[in-house]
């Protein structure tokens, strides 16, 4: 599926305003209820507007059929390149065709459009994101006894989510086969909610008892709820629960103790590249690609970025060393809270 290749391709863009001093790019977000969206849209903007494009930017709610809507209006409205982030990548298929038969280009940006005629995809490699997280959680479990743990994954209507429990598999699965790792509960959060990932959890207490000595969770936003599940316990702190996302609230956990772990994904990094190839290809200038992604039906040219994981140890090093936030906010909170190394 992934091949490491680098290729140049034009974008022959079929339409006139294609080599538009000032493109019009728009926008569609599936959600701007995680923190990280927001700082995806307002990165991507500014680089856009440094690039000297414009950007008209709609947020769907999670709700497919508003998506689909925003999408077409935002054809009606001829932007000249289209940057989709799909509430359900198999949903999104339907307003593609109408972008391709607009003739405008589409980029997926960080989660994959299914069996869709798209142009591009910029992501991080979601895989890989999974193995991280199965393999911290694996290291430490005990050793000394068959390991009992939850797993939460994100919605299912997101690819990445299976991606993410695609890679936390290749870890896990074979303890799991070895009796190493007993999965005591697992399902999937609808939409990403915390609400969601609370109720999981409770239903695994419910379920499995208080014995439980890992909680593999996909993204920070679940974290949150399945640790508020255990807070209600007084578990937090003493079950290790994984993360994604580097978010503020996730980020003061680890150093709290009540989360084990979070990746950081280079937000900026990827925002910036969308916006360069997005006005590339409103000027049918060459763009690069690192490798492809077949989506069902084509493969996609495609960029894959790099994650790093952060506890308590390294977030110093990593997510303040980035500026991604500050040691103030990251260290701020209760009396007790620990302050920076
Ligand atoms: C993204 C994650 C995010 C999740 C929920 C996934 O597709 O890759 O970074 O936490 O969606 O929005």
């Not at 006894?145 to 797993?151: E, G, P, Y």
């Not at 896990?172 to 999965?183: C, N, S």
């Not at 007084?234 to 994604?244: E, R, W």
């Not at 506890?311 to 090093?317: E, F, P, V």
Request: contains cysteine.
């Amino acid at each position: 599926m992934r091949l490491r290749l680098v290729f140049i391709f034009f974008f022959l863009a079929a339409t006139a305003f294609a080599s538009k001093a000032k493109p019009l790019i728009g926008l569609s977000l599936d959600t701007l209820k995680e923190e990280r969206w927001q700082r995806d849209r307002d990165t991507f903007i500014a680089e856009a507007k440094k690039l000297g494009a414009e950007v008209i930017v709609q947020s769907a709610n999670s709700d497919d059929t508003r998506q689909v809507r925003d999408v077409e209006s935002l054809i009606s409205r001829q932007v000249d390149v289209l940057v989709i982030v799909p509430h359900n990548g198999a949903a999104m298929t339907r307003a593609v065709k109408s972008a391709n038969d607009a003739k405008i280009p589409v980029i997926a940006y960080d989660r994959l459009i299914l069996n869709a005629n798209i142009d591009y995809y910029l992501t991080f490699d979601n895989v890989k994101v999974g193995e991280a997280q199965g393999s911290y959680a694996s290291a430490h479990l005990p050793k000394d006894r068959t390991a009992r743990i939850v797993r939460i994954y994100g919605a299912p209507t997101d690819n990445n989510a299976k991606l993410f429990k695609q890679g936390q598999d290749n870890i896990l699965k074979p303890l799991i086969t070895a009796g190493k790792i007993e999965v005591v509960h697992e399902d999937w959060a609808l939409d990403w909610k915390p609400e969601n990932a609370k109720k999981i959890m409770n239903a695994a207490i419910t379920k499995a008892g208080r014995n439980i000595d890992a909680v593999v969770v996909s993204n920070d936003g679940t974290a949150g709820g399945a640790i508020q599940a255990l807070l209600e316990e007084g578990l937090a702190g003493k079950v290790l629960v994984t993360g994604q996302d580097a978010e503020l609230s996730a980020c003061q956990r680890i150093v709290n103790g009540t989360q084990a772990m979070t990746i950081y994904k280079p937000l900026s990094k990827l925002a910036k590249q969308a916006a360069e190839v997005a006005i590339k290809m409103a000027r049918s200038k060459p763009v690069v690609a690192l490798g492809k992604i077949n989506n069902g039906k084509i493969d996609v040219p495609s960029i894959l970025l790099d994650v790093v994981v952060v506890t308590k140890d390294n977030m110093m090093d990593t997510v303040v060393k980035d500026g991604f936030h500050t040691a103030a906010d990251v260290y701020r909170g209760a009396a007790e809270s620990p302050q920076p190394p």
